[in-house]
């Protein structure tokens, strides 16, 4: 609810009637808008951490693995438009900085994990600097989100986010890599490819 619309136009009056409760109740467990989003924030960067680590866990080849946590990913933050965003830099700005600081926490462990298992499984390049990519593609995504990038590229985050995928991609693979990613091959549908 908070998440699909805008900052700006959500009450806990509204929040308090779908939840069939009074808002008295709600603000003992919350006791501002401001902290209900910042709990939301956190219990989004803690799903993905989780999800990603049963991604991890399973049995699945690297290819199946590097799809499905990229893919969960995308479904996490692919909802928050620019309009949103935006909405939230004038209205929420220390909201918005959690989202930020929810990244720079995740990417090093999600990411980075990612990068290694690529390489222990010759998917990436072995030469690669594991520590230097991840700050990079910390920034890159950071800069693909800005609302004022969504506006101007006419992108969702989503879409900018595969897009920067496929990009970014396509130079650390090795050749095996290349073949077993939709990614590297363009297909930036968000569908994983037949078998994966």
Not at 136 to 162: C, M, N, S
Request: charged fraction near 20%; aromatic fraction near 10%.
């Amino acid at each position: 609810m908070l998440i699909k619309g805008h900052y700006s136009g959500f009450t806990m009056d509204q929040l308090a009637f779908a939840l069939g409760m009074s808002k008295k109740t709600l603000y003992v467990h919350f006791p501002s808008k401001e902290a209900l989003a910042a709990a939301i924030v956190a219990a989004t960067g803690a799903t993905i951490r989780r999800q990603a680590g049963e991604v991890f866990a399973s049995p699945l080849p690297f290819p199946a693995k590097f799809e499905a946590v990229l893919l969960l990913i995308a479904e996490h933050f692919g909802v928050m438009g620019p309009d949103f965003l935006d909405d939230l830099e004038r209205h929420a700005p220390t909201i918005r900085r959690e989202i930020d600081r929810l990244k720079e926490h995740n990417i090093p462990i999600v990411f980075g994990r990612i990068l290694v298992l690529g390489i222990e499984e010759g998917m990436v390049r072995a030469d690669v600097d594991v520590v230097f990519l991840v700050e990079y593609w910390l920034q890159v995504i950071k800069g693909v989100h800005d609302p004022d990038v969504l506006v101007r590229t006419g992108l969702t985050p989503r879409a900018a986010f595969e897009k920067a995928l496929d990009l970014f991609f396509c130079g650390l693979l090795t050749p095996a890599g290349h073949a077993s990613s939709r990614w590297a091959s363009g297909h930036t549908d968000g569908a994983p490819k037949a078998g994966a």
